[in-house]
Structure formats: structure tokens, C-alpha cells
């Protein structure tokens, strides 16, 4: 029930009290916890780039920086940590061209899709769940396209690894809802479809 309670009442957080850390015990943690998601072949083929100091996260905002922050931009430069979420394609092209996996190449043709972000983002799935079990507010959002070289850059990381996005996380502060929520879920009419074996040919 509590699980089903977290996953009701979870809201993206994008307002932080910036004079309150997140402690390294507690990243830890939650890391930890997020890094029991399910992936393909037990490939566990995700990385996460903590930046939890002031100028950590000054660079990071500084390499995504376009023009002057808008509102929805200066509440979330008050998290306090930043988790960037990259998901290591490689690691999974060769994990299945182990011999207990059939594949005897690395051709990426063999995935329907690439489970590589699949897992990553139920890691951040996770990441955010966990979150907010410990009182936490959380907020998963992309790094803009034009902006990943930079911060590639900034934070030494493999170009080889893909951005499936970042996750804030610090104590929640009052918050502006988000507009987008005005729309709703829509029901499980419209989205899930239940389907009866087909007799038509026996």
C-alpha cells in the first residue's frame, strides 16, 4: 500500500529549500536503491553523475544556460543535488554477444528498442520513488539537445554514454503547480485494451 501511495500522490518538485543539503548518506541510499531496477541480460549498463556542490551545479546550469532563467528555471537551480542519469549502450551490445545471450555480434539491428535508456529510466523511475519515500522532492527533466556536448564536457563524461535525462532532489519548498497538470489523467478506457483469443478460425 505504501508503494501504491507514493505512486498516487508523487508530484515533480521544482521548488527546493536551498539552505537544506541532501546528505551523501542519503544519495547513496537512494542510488542504491535505484540501481535494483530490472535490466535487460543483468547488464546493469547505467551511470549517474551526482553533482551535490555549489559549483557543481553552477557549472552544470552554466553549460545548459540559454538566455536568462525564466521561473520555472530559477526554482529548479534551488535543488540542492543533481543526478545526471546516462545509460552505456556499448555495455549492453557486448553483453549480448556473450555466448549465454546467442548474438554473435555487437549489430545494434538485434534490439526492437534500446533498452539501454529503457533501463536507465526505471532507474530514474526508482530514483524518484524512493525520493519521495524519504521525504524528498524529486523532478526528472531532459538536458537540451544542443546543450549535451557541453556538459559532456564539463563533467568528463563518455560520449559514448546517452543523456536519458536528470533527476533534482532536495527538501521540498512551496511549490507552483504545473500547468500541465490542468489536463488530467486520461482513463484506462482510452489506454489499456484487453484482448480476447481470437476463436474466428476454430
Known amino acids: 500500500m505504501e508503494l501504491r501511495e507514493a505512486i498516487r500522490t508523487r508530484r515533480m518538485t521544482r521548488s527546493y529549500d536551498p539552505d537544506r543539503p541532501v546528505s551523501r548518506e542519503l544519495l547513496d541510499d537512494l542510488l542504491g536503491l535505484a540501481v535494483r531496477a530490472p535490466s535487460a541480460g543483468h547488464t546493469q549498463g547505467w551511470q549517474f553523475v551526482v553533482l551535490d556542490t555549489a559549483d557543481a551545479r553552477a557549472q552544470f546550469w552554466a553549460a545548459t544556460a540559454d538566455g536568462e532563467p525564466d521561473a520555472?528555471?530559477?526554482?529548479?537551480?534551488?535543488?540542492?543535488?543533481?543526478?545526471?542519469?546516462?545509460?552505456?549502450?556499448?555495455?549492453?551490445?557486448?553483453?549480448?554477444?556473450?555466448?549465454?545471450?546467442?548474438?554473435?555480434?555487437?549489430?545494434?539491428?538485434?534490439?526492437?528498442?534500446?533498452?539501454?535508456?529503457?533501463?536507465?529510466?526505471?532507474?530514474?523511475?526508482?530514483?524518484?520513488?524512493?525520493?519521495?519515500?524519504?521525504?524528498?522532492?524529486?523532478?526528472?527533466?531532459?538536458?537540451?539537445?544542443?546543450?549535451?556536448?557541453?556538459?559532456?564536457?564539463?563533467?568528463?563524461?563518455?560520449?559514448?554514454?546517452?543523456?536519458?535525462?536528470?533527476?533534482?532532489?532536495?527538501?521540498?519548498?512551496?511549490?507552483?503547480?504545473s500547468p500541465s497538470l490542468n489536463r488530467g489523467r486520461r482513463p484506462l478506457a482510452e489506454v489499456v485494451r484487453y484482448v480476447a483469443p481470437d476463436r474466428a478460425g476454430g
Do not use: N, Q
Open 72 to 177: 520555472w528555471l530559477r526554482r529548479m537551480r534551488t535543488a540542492p543535488a543533481l543526478v545526471l542519469c546516462l545509460a552505456d549502450k556499448d555495455a549492453y551490445l557486448d553483453r549480448y554477444a556473450e555466448p549465454d545471450k546467442g548474438w554473435t555480434d555487437r549489430d545494434e539491428a538485434h534490439w526492437p528498442v534500446p533498452y539501454w535508456t529503457v533501463d536507465t529510466g526505471m532507474a530514474a523511475m526508482l530514483l524518484l520513488l524512493a525520493a519521495h519515500d524519504a521525504g524528498l522532492g524529486a523532478c526528472f527533466f531532459g538536458i537540451p539537445a544542443d546543450r549535451v556536448d557541453a556538459v559532456f564536457a564539463t563533467f568528463h563524461v563518455e560520449p559514448s554514454l546517452v543523456p536519458v535525462g536528470v533527476v533534482s532532489l532536495g527538501w521540498p519548498a512551496p511549490d507552483v503547480r
